[in-house]
């Protein structure tokens, strides 16, 4: 059975840090590609960061320059670190994962994966 728990969400004032963290269990994230995602109220989940199997990134443009996804296959764990938060970050994360190498062009299309998270929530006061 496949697990996904997110941990480090939190409050933080903008221009603030935090770092998501996404332990795996049933699954091994070095066989896959995994995807931080979020949601705000009102708002479509969207995807932020990307991370392949070989470890290459994408990031959404909006977060470029600011958040870092990275993992540690030793742990299973994936991570988020984000830094010079905004107002507008506020949104519940999660991330997701999919067995497949390399997600490309679908990375943030959220129907695309089967396994997720229940997500935690970052609030950023202005």
């Known amino acids: 059975q496949v697990q996904l728990v997110e941990s480090g969400g939190g409050s933080v004032q903008a221009g603030g840090s935090l770092r998501l963290s996404c332990a795996a269990s049933g699954y091994t994230i070095r066989l896959g590609c995994m995807t931080w995602f979020r949601q705000a109220p009102g708002k479509e989940r969207e995807g932020v960061a990307v991370i392949e199997s070989d470890g290459s990134t994408k990031y959404a443009d909006s977060v470029k320059g600011r958040f870092t996804i990275s993992k540690d296959n030793a742990k299973n764990t994936l991570y988020l670190q984000m830094n010079s938060l905004k107002f507008e970050d506020t949104a519940m994360y999660y991330c997701?994962?999919?067995?497949?190498?390399?997600?490309?062009?679908?990375?943030?299309?959220?129907?695309?994966?089967?396994?997720w998270g229940q997500g935690t929530q970052v609030t950023v006061s202005s």
């Open positions: 997701a994962a999919r067995p497949l190498l390399v997600c490309g062009s679908g990375w943030s299309l959220s129907a695309r994966f089967g396994y």
